[in-house]
C-alpha cells in the first residue's frame, strides 16, 4: 500500500523562507509530485523529482530522498498569494502509467 | 494549446438523481485520471482509464459509480442514483502516453463540483 504524510497546516511570514516536508511509503515509486492548490481550484503542477537532489525552479525547490522516503518543497521569498494548500504525491509504479497518491496537503497561511 | 477540459464545472442534482461529468484530456495525453475531493480532505484516486480501457479502478466505490474513455470523446465519469455524500469537486488529470520527463507530467482541469440536495 501507500502512505503519505505531510504536516496539516504552517504559517510564515511574508518575504521569508519555508521548508514543506513529506514523507513516504510506497510499494512502487515512479516519482514524486508537488501541486499548490488554492480554496476552490484545481491542483497546480509545482515539480517532479525521480532522482536524489534538488530540483530549482524560481522561487520554489524541490529535495527527494529516495533512501530515506522524503522529499520537501522550499519556498522562498514568500508572498501572500503563495497561502494556499501544498500537495505532496507519490507516482505509483505497480500499473503502467501510475496514478498519483496525494497526501492529506499542508495548508499554508502567509502573514504580513 | 488547451488544457484539461471540464463540464460541467458547477452541477446541482436532486437525490436520487445522475450525475454526467466529463473530462477531455490535453492534446497528446491518453491517460486520464479522476479524483474526488470532500471539503477540507486532500484528493482520493477514483479510477485510471487510456482508451476504451480501464486501468485501475481500484478507488471506485463499488456501486453507482461507472467510468469510461471511449475512443472518441471525453472521459465520463457517471454517478447514479446520487446521494448528499457525493457531493464534492471530481477532477480529472490526464498524462501523455510516452514516458520520458514529459511523460511523468500529470496536469489537472478546473474540477466539476457536484451539490446534491
Redesign the interface.
Known amino acids: 500500500g501507500q502512505n503519505i504524510d505531510q504536516p496539516t497546516e504552517m504559517t510564515a511570514t511574508e518575504g521569508a523562507i519555508v521548508q514543506i516536508n513529506c514523507t513516504y511509503q510506497t510499494s512502487g515509486f515512479n516519482g514524486l509530485f508537488w501541486y499548490q492548490q488554492h480554496a476552490g481550484e484545481a491542483p497546480t503542477f509545482l515539480s517532479y523529482n525521480v532522482l536524489d537532489g534538488l530540483e530549482e525552479k524560481g522561487r520554489f525547490s524541490s529535495f527527494l530522498s529516495r533512501s530515506k522516503g522524503y522529499s520537501y518543497l522550499l519556498l522562498k521569498e514568500l508572498q501572500m498569494k503563495d497561502s494556499a494548500s501544498y500537495l505532496c504525491a507519490v507516482r505509483d509504479l505497480q500499473n503502467q502509467g501510475g496514478k498519483l497518491i496525494f497526501g492529506q496537503g499542508t495548508e499554508l497561511s502567509v502573514k504580513p | 494549446n488547451a488544457g484539461v477540459m471540464q463540464n460541467p464545472r458547477h452541477l446541482v442534482r436532486r437525490r436520487g438523481q445522475e450525475a454526467r461529468l466529463r473530462c477531455s484530456p490535453m492534446k497528446g495525453h491518453s491517460?486520464v485520471?479522476w479524483?474526488r475531493q470532500l471539503p477540507e480532505?486532500?484528493?482520493?484516486?477514483m479510477v485510471?482509464l487510456?482508451k476504451e480501457n480501464i486501468?485501475?479502478e481500484s478507488g471506485m466505490p463499488k456501486e453507482r459509480f461507472s467510468a469510461e474513455f471511449p475512443k472518441e470523446g471525453p472521459s465520463i465519469l457517471r454517478i447514479q442514483q446520487v446521494v448528499r455524500g457525493d457531493s464534492a469537486a471530481y477532477?480529472c488529470?490526464s498524462?501523455p502516453t510516452t514516458g520520458g520527463?514529459s511523460g511523468?507530467?500529470?496536469?489537472?482541469?478546473?474540477?466539476s463540483w457536484l451539490t446534491v440536495v
Open positions: 491517460h485520471y479524483y480532505e486532500g484528493l482520493k484516486f485510471y487510456q486501468i485501475d477532477f488529470a498524462s520527463s511523468n507530467t500529470i496536469y489537472f482541469g478546473e474540477g
